[in-house]
């Protein structure tokens, strides 16, 4: 089984793994430790099955994915990257491709949806639920974050920023992959607390603490996310992390001491 198939098998279990770690806590509460411990075990390793079988049905997808795109445009090492290739100003709140400048934050988009997601999370996966998730798939208009990968589409901590209606046209026919940036992920460099950093370049975050700059990493407080998987009917689905709120602090952060447009 590959792609979505396989997808909406893992969903499948997943939800049955909530089901089933609630029977075996109840049971735990009515001291039979013996069956909890042995059903969890079993889930587990059922779990850990299916996201191999998932990771290998993904990375033989990808495979020949790549081998389709080489064919038809060139070697994978050789694609453009937008990131490069868009002369347009590099900011966080504007399009690189088009210089337009628009707020990511208008109702329906994630941030709605994940407040919707907490409302209803006590109720169960129902319709309710789906509707939210639909809306964390196509936020409100405005200027999102897109990762870039590399050559064998593993992300690099790169970010390009497009409005709705460039990533419309410049994302899906692009051999190169890039994935949107869920909004208010903790991504250095464009988070709502580095437009005003000094160590801001761009859409880069310059900080040597950062992992991408060789340091130990750069501790950010911020809301972990919430996965969830998405199945949209007629053998289509997705994997969504939605964050609640901006991050709320970056122990790298300095704030600027001159105008920084760019």
């Given amino acids: 089984m590959t792609g979505y198939g396989a997808a909406r098998e893992v969903a499948l279990v997943c939800r049955n793994f909530d089901l089933r770690y609630v029977k075996a806590y109840n049971r735990r509460l009515d001291g039979d430790d013996g069956d909890t411990r042995r059903e969890r075990e079993q889930v587990s390793t059922q779990m850990a099955e299916y996201r191999q079988r998932r990771g290998d049905d993904e990375r033989q997808i990808k495979e020949q994915q790549i081998t389709q795109l080489e064919a038809r445009y060139r070697p994978a090492n ?3 990257r937008l990131s490069k290739s868009l002369d347009g100003p590099r900011h966080p709140h504007v399009c690189q491709s088009c210089s337009a400048e628009r707020p990511h934050d208008a ?11 907490r409302d209803v999370g006590e109720r169960g996966w129902g319709e309710e639920t789906i509707r939210f998730m639909e809306g ?3 936020p409100a208009p405005g200027v999102y974050g897109w990762q870039e990968h590399d050559s064998h589409d593993e992300h690099e901590p790169i970010a390009v920023m497009l409005c709705t209606r460039c990533s ?3 994302i899906d026919p692009h051999p190169r992959l890039y994935n949107r940036i869920p909004p208010n992920a903790p991504f250095a460099g464009i988070m709502e607390l580095c437009v005003d950093c000094r160590f801001r370049d761009g859409v880069r975050c310059t900080h040597p603490d950062l992992k991408a700059n060789g340091g130990t990493g750069l501790v950010v407080d911020a809301d972990p996310g919430a996965q969830a998987h998405v199945n949209l009917g007629g053998g289509r689905g997705a994997f969504l992390t939605i964050y609640r709120e901006p991050p709320r602090a970056c122990a790298g952060r300095r704030e600027s001491t001159y105008a920084n447009p760019s």
């Fill in 168 to 170: 419309a046209r410049l």
């Fill in 78 to 80: 050789a694609w453009p």
């Fill in 107 to 117: 109702p329906g988009g994630a941030t709605g949806a994940a407040e919707g997601l």
């Fill in 136 to 138: 964390a798939l196509k």
